[in-house]
Protein backbone atom coordinates (compact mmCIF):
# COMPACT_ATOMS: atom_id res chain seq x y z
CA UNK A 1 0.00 0.00 0.00
CA UNK A 2 1.89 3.44 -1.13
CA UNK A 3 1.72 6.35 0.93
CA UNK A 4 -0.43 8.36 -0.94
CA UNK A 5 -3.31 5.87 0.24
CA UNK A 6 -2.16 5.96 3.88
CA UNK A 7 -2.16 9.31 4.22
CA UNK A 8 -5.67 10.06 3.57
CA UNK A 9 -6.99 7.37 6.43
CA UNK A 10 -4.36 8.43 8.68
CA UNK A 11 -6.60 12.87 8.11
CA UNK A 12 -9.46 10.80 8.91
CA UNK A 13 -8.25 9.30 11.92
CA UNK A 14 -7.09 12.27 13.46
CA UNK A 15 -10.80 13.83 12.48
CA UNK A 16 -12.43 11.46 14.44
CA UNK A 17 -10.13 12.08 17.38
CA UNK A 18 -10.34 15.32 17.10
CA UNK A 19 -14.41 14.86 17.36
CA UNK A 20 -14.29 12.99 20.38
CA UNK A 21 -11.35 14.87 21.86
CA UNK A 22 -13.20 15.72 25.05
CA UNK A 23 -13.61 12.32 26.16
CA UNK A 24 -10.75 9.97 25.10
CA UNK A 25 -7.40 12.08 24.97
CA UNK A 26 -5.25 10.66 27.65
CA UNK A 27 -2.49 13.16 29.19
CA UNK A 28 -0.91 10.64 31.87
CA UNK A 29 0.73 7.32 32.74
CA UNK A 30 -1.62 5.49 34.36
CA UNK A 31 0.70 5.27 37.19
CA UNK A 32 0.44 8.87 37.81
CA UNK A 33 -2.43 10.24 40.67
CA UNK A 34 -5.04 12.48 39.05
CA UNK A 35 -7.05 15.23 39.92
CA UNK A 36 -10.02 16.13 38.79
CA UNK A 37 -12.11 19.34 39.02
CA UNK A 38 -14.06 18.18 41.70
CA UNK A 39 -11.26 17.36 44.02
CA UNK A 40 -9.66 20.36 42.97
CA UNK A 41 -12.59 22.61 44.21
CA UNK A 42 -12.89 20.60 47.61
CA UNK A 43 -9.24 21.26 48.20
CA UNK A 44 -9.08 25.14 47.31
CA UNK A 45 -11.94 25.00 50.03
CA UNK A 46 -10.83 22.89 52.54
CA UNK A 47 -7.17 25.10 52.90
CA UNK A 48 -8.20 28.35 52.06
CA UNK A 49 -7.23 31.04 54.97
CA UNK A 50 -10.21 33.25 54.45
CA UNK A 51 -12.95 30.76 55.70
CA UNK A 52 -11.12 30.05 59.17
CA UNK A 53 -10.72 33.98 59.50
CA UNK A 54 -14.20 34.18 58.54
CA UNK A 55 -15.33 31.56 60.83
CA UNK A 56 -13.44 33.28 63.38
CA UNK A 57 -14.66 36.43 63.22
CA UNK A 58 -18.11 35.15 63.51
CA UNK A 59 -17.01 33.42 66.66
CA UNK A 60 -15.71 37.17 68.14
CA UNK A 61 -19.11 38.71 67.48
CA UNK A 62 -21.11 36.34 68.83
CA UNK A 63 -19.31 36.08 72.19
CA UNK A 64 -19.41 39.53 72.14
CA UNK A 65 -23.15 39.62 71.64
CA UNK A 66 -23.15 37.56 74.95
CA UNK A 67 -21.14 40.19 76.87
CA UNK A 68 -23.39 43.18 75.74
CA UNK A 69 -26.18 42.18 76.74
CA UNK A 70 -24.95 41.80 80.71
CA UNK A 71 -25.67 44.94 83.07
CA UNK A 72 -22.37 47.02 83.72
CA UNK A 73 -20.41 45.49 86.77
CA UNK A 74 -21.34 47.40 89.99
CA UNK A 75 -19.22 50.65 91.24
CA UNK A 76 -17.84 50.13 95.07
CA UNK A 77 -16.54 52.80 96.68
CA UNK A 78 -14.47 53.09 100.25
CA UNK A 79 -13.06 56.50 102.18
CA UNK A 80 -12.80 58.13 105.05
CA UNK A 81 -15.77 61.37 105.39
CA UNK A 82 -15.31 64.68 107.60
CA UNK A 83 -11.64 63.58 109.03
CA UNK A 84 -10.26 66.64 111.19
CA UNK A 85 -7.61 68.56 109.88
CA UNK A 86 -6.31 69.91 113.50
CA UNK A 87 -5.42 66.49 114.06
CA UNK A 88 -6.60 63.75 111.80
CA UNK A 89 -8.14 61.73 115.08
CA UNK A 90 -11.10 59.19 113.68
CA UNK A 91 -12.74 59.60 117.22
CA UNK A 92 -12.37 63.70 117.13
CA UNK A 93 -15.92 64.63 116.10
CA UNK A 94 -19.05 62.81 115.51
CA UNK A 95 -19.29 63.85 111.79
CA UNK A 96 -16.17 61.50 110.92
CA UNK A 97 -16.64 58.15 109.63
CA UNK A 98 -15.38 55.43 107.24
CA UNK A 99 -17.63 54.80 104.20
CA UNK A 100 -18.39 51.76 102.20
CA UNK A 101 -20.43 52.21 99.28
CA UNK A 102 -21.97 50.58 96.01
CA UNK A 103 -24.06 51.66 92.65
CA UNK A 104 -25.45 49.95 89.67
CA UNK A 105 -26.66 51.49 86.84
CA UNK A 106 -29.50 49.98 84.57
CA UNK A 107 -29.46 50.18 80.85
CA UNK A 108 -32.08 52.56 78.49
CA UNK A 109 -35.26 50.71 78.15
CA UNK A 110 -34.45 47.62 75.74
CA UNK A 111 -31.10 48.29 74.82
CA UNK A 112 -29.05 45.47 75.93
CA UNK A 113 -31.84 42.76 74.15
CA UNK A 114 -31.45 45.14 71.25
CA UNK A 115 -27.60 45.31 71.33
CA UNK A 116 -27.69 41.45 71.45
CA UNK A 117 -30.03 41.00 68.45
CA UNK A 118 -28.37 43.31 66.25
CA UNK A 119 -24.52 41.86 66.87
CA UNK A 120 -26.27 38.21 66.10
CA UNK A 121 -27.61 39.68 63.28
CA UNK A 122 -24.51 41.10 61.81
CA UNK A 123 -23.08 37.55 62.90
CA UNK A 124 -25.54 35.60 60.62
CA UNK A 125 -24.39 37.25 57.86
CA UNK A 126 -20.99 35.92 58.07
CA UNK A 127 -22.00 32.08 56.93
CA UNK A 128 -23.53 33.70 53.87
CA UNK A 129 -20.18 35.10 53.26
CA UNK A 130 -18.44 32.23 53.46
CA UNK A 131 -21.02 30.67 51.34
CA UNK A 132 -20.39 33.40 48.39
CA UNK A 133 -16.58 32.66 49.29
CA UNK A 134 -16.53 28.96 48.55
CA UNK A 135 -18.18 29.69 45.53
CA UNK A 136 -15.91 32.06 43.83
CA UNK A 137 -13.48 29.73 44.91
CA UNK A 138 -14.70 26.97 42.66
CA UNK A 139 -15.45 29.57 39.91
CA UNK A 140 -11.76 30.56 40.27
CA UNK A 141 -10.06 27.08 40.51
CA UNK A 142 -12.18 25.73 38.03
CA UNK A 143 -11.26 28.23 35.50
CA UNK A 144 -7.54 27.46 35.94
CA UNK A 145 -8.30 23.60 36.23
CA UNK A 146 -10.23 23.89 32.79
CA UNK A 147 -7.28 26.30 31.39
CA UNK A 148 -4.43 23.94 32.57
CA UNK A 149 -6.69 20.73 31.45
CA UNK A 150 -7.52 22.65 27.75
CA UNK A 151 -3.75 23.38 27.15
CA UNK A 152 -3.11 19.48 27.83
CA UNK A 153 -5.83 19.01 24.89
CA UNK A 154 -3.86 20.65 22.94
CA UNK A 155 -0.88 19.59 23.77
CA UNK A 156 -1.59 15.84 22.77
CA UNK A 157 -3.25 17.32 19.63
CA UNK A 158 0.00 18.98 18.44
CA UNK A 159 1.41 15.58 19.65
CA UNK A 160 -0.31 13.59 17.06
CA UNK A 161 -0.45 15.83 14.53
CA UNK A 162 3.53 15.73 14.50
CA UNK A 163 4.00 12.15 12.79
CA UNK A 164 1.87 13.24 9.86
CA UNK A 165 4.05 16.77 9.42
CA UNK A 166 7.17 14.72 9.92
CA UNK A 167 5.92 12.19 7.06
CA UNK A 168 4.68 14.77 4.71
CA UNK A 169 8.90 16.45 4.93
CA UNK A 170 9.62 12.68 3.77
CA UNK A 171 7.22 12.53 1.15
CA UNK A 172 8.45 16.07 0.08
CA UNK A 173 12.07 14.82 0.15
CA UNK A 174 11.91 11.72 -1.40
CA UNK A 175 9.76 13.05 -4.31
CA UNK A 176 12.73 16.24 -4.31
CA UNK A 177 15.95 13.40 -4.72
CA UNK A 178 14.28 11.19 -7.39
CA UNK A 179 13.95 14.17 -8.96
CA UNK A 180 9.81 13.39 -10.09
CA UNK A 181 7.03 15.24 -10.19
CA UNK A 182 6.79 19.31 -9.78
CA UNK A 183 9.01 19.16 -6.41
CA UNK A 184 11.24 21.99 -5.49
CA UNK A 185 13.70 22.81 -3.08
CA UNK A 186 11.60 25.50 -1.77
CA UNK A 187 8.95 22.80 -1.16
CA UNK A 188 11.67 21.17 0.71
CA UNK A 189 12.50 24.04 2.92
CA UNK A 190 8.93 25.38 3.33
CA UNK A 191 7.81 21.45 5.03
CA UNK A 192 11.15 21.79 7.03
CA UNK A 193 10.08 25.32 8.72
CA UNK A 194 6.50 23.85 9.12
CA UNK A 195 8.10 21.07 11.08
CA UNK A 196 10.05 23.58 13.28
CA UNK A 197 7.45 25.48 14.03
CA UNK A 198 5.01 22.84 15.07
CA UNK A 199 8.01 22.09 17.84
CA UNK A 200 8.03 25.75 18.51
CA UNK A 201 4.51 25.91 19.08
CA UNK A 202 4.51 22.46 21.18
CA UNK A 203 7.20 23.99 23.92
CA UNK A 204 5.18 27.10 23.82
CA UNK A 205 1.59 25.03 24.94
CA UNK A 206 4.08 23.16 27.16
CA UNK A 207 5.34 26.04 29.02
CA UNK A 208 2.43 27.34 29.05
CA UNK A 209 0.79 24.42 30.96
CA UNK A 210 3.39 24.46 33.72
CA UNK A 211 2.64 28.35 34.07
CA UNK A 212 -1.29 27.22 34.55
CA UNK A 213 -0.44 24.30 36.53
CA UNK A 214 1.61 26.42 38.84
CA UNK A 215 -1.12 29.33 39.00
CA UNK A 216 -3.78 26.67 40.11
CA UNK A 217 -1.30 24.64 42.84
CA UNK A 218 -1.35 27.96 44.45
CA UNK A 219 -5.19 27.22 45.83
CA UNK A 220 -4.41 24.20 46.61
CA UNK A 221 -1.51 23.95 49.20
CA UNK A 222 -2.05 23.74 52.62
CA UNK A 223 -1.51 20.73 55.18
CA UNK A 224 -1.12 18.24 52.41
CA UNK A 225 0.97 16.09 50.87
CA UNK A 226 3.88 17.84 48.29
CA UNK A 227 2.57 15.00 45.42
CA UNK A 228 -0.85 16.36 46.05
CA UNK A 229 -0.40 19.90 44.51
CA UNK A 230 -0.13 19.40 40.56
CA UNK A 231 3.10 21.29 39.20
CA UNK A 232 4.86 21.14 36.58
CA UNK A 233 7.37 18.62 37.88
CA UNK A 234 5.41 16.88 40.12
CA UNK A 235 3.65 13.62 39.26
CA UNK A 236 -0.05 14.06 39.47
CA UNK A 237 -1.61 15.00 36.46
CA UNK A 238 -4.91 16.17 35.59
CA UNK A 239 -7.88 13.89 35.21
CA UNK A 240 -8.61 12.64 31.87
CA UNK A 241 -11.38 13.55 29.52
CA UNK A 242 -13.89 16.38 30.10
CA UNK A 243 -15.67 17.18 33.29
CA UNK A 244 -19.57 16.56 33.63
CA UNK A 245 -21.36 19.23 34.45
CA UNK A 246 -24.40 20.20 35.52
CA UNK A 247 -26.48 22.28 33.36
CA UNK A 248 -29.51 24.03 34.87
CA UNK A 249 -33.05 23.02 34.18
CA UNK A 250 -34.97 23.52 31.77
CA UNK A 251 -37.22 26.12 33.38
CA UNK A 252 -34.40 28.13 34.32
CA UNK A 253 -32.91 28.08 30.44
CA UNK A 254 -36.21 29.17 29.55
CA UNK A 255 -36.11 32.37 32.35
CA UNK A 256 -32.79 33.31 30.63
CA UNK A 257 -33.92 32.75 27.35
CA UNK A 258 -36.63 35.31 27.75
CA UNK A 259 -34.45 37.82 29.87
CA UNK A 260 -37.42 37.32 32.37
CA UNK A 261 -35.39 40.34 34.88
CA UNK A 262 -38.53 39.64 37.96
CA UNK A 263 -38.10 35.88 37.95
CA UNK A 264 -34.81 36.02 37.57
CA UNK A 265 -34.48 38.31 40.40
CA UNK A 266 -36.24 36.66 42.43
CA UNK A 267 -33.97 33.45 42.23
CA UNK A 268 -30.82 35.91 42.86
CA UNK A 269 -32.56 36.96 45.87
CA UNK A 270 -31.45 33.93 47.41
CA UNK A 271 -27.34 34.29 46.29
CA UNK A 272 -25.36 34.40 49.63
CA UNK A 273 -23.83 38.00 48.37
CA UNK A 274 -27.14 39.17 48.32
CA UNK A 275 -28.28 37.46 52.07
CA UNK A 276 -25.32 38.68 53.68
CA UNK A 277 -26.73 42.06 52.77
CA UNK A 278 -29.71 41.63 54.24
CA UNK A 279 -28.33 40.16 57.04
CA UNK A 280 -26.80 43.70 57.39
CA UNK A 281 -30.05 45.84 56.73
CA UNK A 282 -31.53 43.78 59.25
CA UNK A 283 -28.79 44.47 61.76
CA UNK A 284 -29.18 48.42 60.62
CA UNK A 285 -32.92 48.06 61.52
CA UNK A 286 -32.02 46.98 64.73
CA UNK A 287 -29.38 50.23 65.18
CA UNK A 288 -32.13 52.52 64.55
CA UNK A 289 -34.29 50.55 67.22
CA UNK A 290 -31.52 51.03 69.81
CA UNK A 291 -31.14 54.35 69.06
CA UNK A 292 -34.48 55.45 69.99
CA UNK A 293 -33.71 54.07 73.41
CA UNK A 294 -31.68 56.78 74.27
CA UNK A 295 -35.01 58.36 74.66
CA UNK A 296 -35.74 56.57 77.61
CA UNK A 297 -34.35 57.74 81.01
CA UNK A 298 -31.41 55.72 82.97
CA UNK A 299 -31.80 54.80 86.25
CA UNK A 300 -29.43 53.89 89.01
CA UNK A 301 -29.46 52.83 92.75
CA UNK A 302 -26.66 53.32 95.18
CA UNK A 303 -26.58 52.35 98.88
CA UNK A 304 -23.35 53.06 101.29
CA UNK A 305 -22.90 52.40 104.94
CA UNK A 306 -20.85 54.81 107.06
CA UNK A 307 -19.08 53.33 110.45
CA UNK A 308 -18.37 55.78 113.27
CA UNK A 309 -16.07 55.37 116.15
CA UNK A 310 -17.23 55.90 119.89
CA UNK A 311 -16.17 59.31 120.98
CA UNK A 312 -12.99 60.46 123.32
CA UNK A 313 -15.26 59.73 126.36
CA UNK A 314 -15.83 56.28 125.02
CA UNK A 315 -19.58 56.26 124.45
CA UNK A 316 -20.92 54.46 121.51
CA UNK A 317 -22.06 56.32 117.98
CA UNK A 318 -24.62 55.63 115.81
CA UNK A 319 -23.19 54.47 112.36
CA UNK A 320 -25.08 55.92 108.93
CA UNK A 321 -26.82 53.56 106.26
CA UNK A 322 -27.84 55.21 102.88
CA UNK A 323 -30.08 54.60 99.49
CA UNK A 324 -30.67 56.21 96.51
CA UNK A 325 -31.68 56.64 93.03
CA UNK A 326 -30.13 58.55 90.15
CA UNK A 327 -31.84 59.03 86.44
CA UNK A 328 -30.63 60.73 83.64
CA UNK A 329 -33.68 62.19 81.94
CA UNK A 330 -32.66 63.30 77.97
CA UNK A 331 -34.36 66.09 77.81
CA UNK A 332 -31.97 68.03 74.99
CA UNK A 333 -32.69 65.71 72.34
CA UNK A 334 -33.21 68.05 69.40
CA UNK A 335 -29.29 67.35 68.54
CA UNK A 336 -27.96 64.43 70.44
CA UNK A 337 -31.17 61.52 70.18
CA UNK A 338 -33.03 63.21 67.32
CA UNK A 339 -29.99 63.33 65.32
CA UNK A 340 -28.72 59.89 66.17
CA UNK A 341 -31.74 58.14 65.06
CA UNK A 342 -31.64 59.98 61.79
CA UNK A 343 -28.36 58.81 61.53
CA UNK A 344 -29.17 55.04 62.13
CA UNK A 345 -32.32 55.76 59.78
CA UNK A 346 -30.20 57.02 57.13
CA UNK A 347 -27.42 54.26 57.28
CA UNK A 348 -30.03 51.69 57.17
CA UNK A 349 -31.55 52.98 54.10
CA UNK A 350 -28.27 52.79 52.24
CA UNK A 351 -26.90 49.32 52.78
CA UNK A 352 -30.98 49.25 51.09
CA UNK A 353 -29.05 50.73 47.89
CA UNK A 354 -26.50 48.56 48.36
CA UNK A 355 -28.45 45.09 48.10
CA UNK A 356 -30.28 47.23 44.86
CA UNK A 357 -26.68 47.93 42.92
CA UNK A 358 -25.29 44.06 43.76
CA UNK A 359 -29.00 42.58 41.91
CA UNK A 360 -28.66 45.03 39.41
CA UNK A 361 -25.00 44.14 38.93
CA UNK A 362 -25.43 40.43 39.63
CA UNK A 363 -28.39 40.52 36.98
CA UNK A 364 -26.36 42.19 34.35
CA UNK A 365 -23.17 39.67 34.71
CA UNK A 366 -26.10 36.44 34.52
CA UNK A 367 -27.39 37.40 31.10
CA UNK A 368 -24.25 38.42 29.86
CA UNK A 369 -22.18 34.69 30.87
CA UNK A 370 -25.78 33.63 29.34
CA UNK A 371 -25.51 35.07 26.12
CA UNK A 372 -21.74 34.52 25.86
CA UNK A 373 -22.38 30.86 26.73
CA UNK A 374 -25.58 30.78 24.37
CA UNK A 375 -22.87 31.92 21.59
CA UNK A 376 -20.22 29.29 22.34
CA UNK A 377 -22.61 26.46 22.08
CA UNK A 378 -23.41 27.69 18.40
CA UNK A 379 -20.16 28.06 17.14
CA UNK A 380 -19.12 25.12 18.71
CA UNK A 381 -21.82 22.97 16.72
CA UNK A 382 -20.63 24.81 13.34
CA UNK A 383 -17.40 23.85 14.31
CA UNK A 384 -18.32 20.40 14.48
CA UNK A 385 -20.89 20.23 12.10
CA UNK A 386 -19.30 22.38 9.12
CA UNK A 387 -15.99 23.76 9.18
CA UNK A 388 -13.82 20.85 10.61
CA UNK A 389 -15.48 18.24 7.96
CA UNK A 390 -14.98 20.39 5.34
CA UNK A 391 -11.26 21.28 6.45
CA UNK A 392 -10.60 17.19 6.65
CA UNK A 393 -12.15 17.16 2.79
CA UNK A 394 -9.85 20.41 1.71
CA UNK A 395 -6.64 18.94 3.18
CA UNK A 396 -7.64 14.98 1.69
CA UNK A 397 -8.48 16.98 -1.36
CA UNK A 398 -4.93 18.87 -1.42
CA UNK A 399 -3.19 15.59 -0.53
CA UNK A 400 -4.43 13.60 -3.48
CA UNK A 401 -4.01 16.34 -5.67
CA UNK A 402 -0.27 16.60 -4.97
CA UNK A 403 0.05 12.92 -4.91
CA UNK A 404 -0.95 12.91 -8.52
CA UNK A 405 1.04 15.86 -9.82
CA UNK A 406 -1.89 17.68 -10.13
CA UNK A 407 -1.45 19.93 -7.20
CA UNK A 408 1.24 21.93 -5.31
CA UNK A 409 2.66 21.06 -1.91
CA UNK A 410 2.15 24.59 -0.24
CA UNK A 411 -1.77 24.18 -0.65
CA UNK A 412 -1.26 20.64 1.31
CA UNK A 413 0.88 22.43 4.20
CA UNK A 414 -1.63 25.13 3.71
CA UNK A 415 -4.55 22.91 4.45
CA UNK A 416 -2.79 20.33 6.78
CA UNK A 417 -2.33 23.85 9.25
CA UNK A 418 -5.36 25.58 8.47
CA UNK A 419 -7.02 22.11 9.82
CA UNK A 420 -4.67 21.78 12.44
CA UNK A 421 -5.39 25.83 13.76
CA UNK A 422 -9.10 24.74 13.51
CA UNK A 423 -8.84 22.02 15.64
CA UNK A 424 -6.82 24.03 18.09
CA UNK A 425 -9.94 26.66 17.73
CA UNK A 426 -12.59 23.74 18.88
CA UNK A 427 -10.47 23.43 22.27
CA UNK A 428 -10.33 27.11 22.95
CA UNK A 429 -13.78 27.38 21.99
CA UNK A 430 -15.11 24.43 24.54
CA UNK A 431 -12.61 25.80 27.50
CA UNK A 432 -14.56 28.88 27.30
CA UNK A 433 -17.46 27.28 26.95
CA UNK A 434 -16.88 25.23 30.39
CA UNK A 435 -16.18 28.32 32.29
CA UNK A 436 -18.82 29.93 31.32
CA UNK A 437 -20.97 27.05 32.34
CA UNK A 438 -19.01 27.32 35.88
CA UNK A 439 -19.67 31.01 35.72
CA UNK A 440 -23.10 30.92 35.19
CA UNK A 441 -23.95 28.41 38.07
CA UNK A 442 -22.11 31.01 40.79
CA UNK A 443 -25.46 33.13 39.78
CA UNK A 444 -27.27 30.44 40.83
CA UNK A 445 -25.61 29.62 44.50
CA UNK A 446 -27.40 29.20 47.42
CA UNK A 447 -26.33 28.72 50.73
CA UNK A 448 -25.47 25.00 50.16
CA UNK A 449 -23.26 26.36 47.54
CA UNK A 450 -25.13 24.21 45.30
CA UNK A 451 -27.21 25.95 42.06
CA UNK A 452 -30.57 25.31 42.36
CA UNK A 453 -32.91 23.70 39.76
CA UNK A 454 -29.53 21.54 38.01
CA UNK A 455 -30.01 18.34 35.85
CA UNK A 456 -27.10 16.08 35.03
CA UNK A 457 -25.29 17.70 31.91
CA UNK A 458 -23.69 16.18 29.08
CA UNK A 459 -20.05 16.73 28.13
CA UNK A 460 -19.21 20.51 26.58
Not at 53 to 72: C, P, R
Not at 107 to 129: D, F, I, V
Not at 301 to 329: C, E, H, K, Q, W
Not at 391 to 419: C, H
Amino acid sequence: MGFAQILPSTARRLLVNISVLSSCILFSSASQAELSLQQAQQLAVQNDPWLVGNELQEQAIIANSVASATFADPMVSLGFANLPTDGFRFNQEPMTQFKIGVSQQFPRGNSLALQKEQLLQMAAQYPQLRYERQAKLKVMVSKLWFDAFTTEQRIQLVEHSRPLFSQLVDIVEASYSTVQGSTTQQDVVRAQVELARLDDRLAALLAERDTSLAELSQWLQGELEPNLVPTANSGLSLSQGWPIQAMLDSSVIRLLQQQDLRSLSQILAQHPALMAIEQQIKSSQSAVNLAEQKYQPQWGVNASYAYRDNDPLGNTRADFFSIGVTVDVPFFTANKQDKEVEASRLQAESIKTDKQLLLRQLLAQMLSTWRTLDSLNQRIEHYLQKILPQMAEQSEAALNAYTSDEGDFSEVMRARIAQLNTELDVIKLQNEQAKSRIQLDYFFTTKNNQAPLHALGEQP
